[in-house]
């Protein structure tokens, strides 16, 4: 990992691409700005999901979906 990519309390983390750019997307249009602004949305959409049970059930259902858009989705 670059230096640039580092951020103390912070590890990497793999999401689709289709999801990473989504996360862009809404970055851009909440009006607090600051340089790592989608790490923090991206750790308090996982807090979120993993302190809320509805919401825990939810991320569940969206990763079995997930899960089958992966197998279906060919590799290079």
């Known amino acids: 990992m670059s230096k640039s990519n580092l ?3 912070y590890k990497a983390v793999l999401v689709r691409e289709e999801t990473k750019l ?5 970055r851009k ?3 607090e700005k600051d340089l790592y602004q989608e ?3 991206a750790t308090a959409a996982l807090e979120y999901c993993l302190n809320d049970e509805t919401a825990r059930r939810a991320m569940l259902e969206t990763a079995r979906r997930i899960v089958l858009l992966d197998l279906e989705t060919t590799r290079p």
């Open 39 to 41: 790490r923090r949305l």
């Open 7 to 9: 951020e103390p309390g």
């Open 22 to 26: 989504k996360l862009q997307e809404f």
């Open 29 to 31: 249009d909440i009006p």
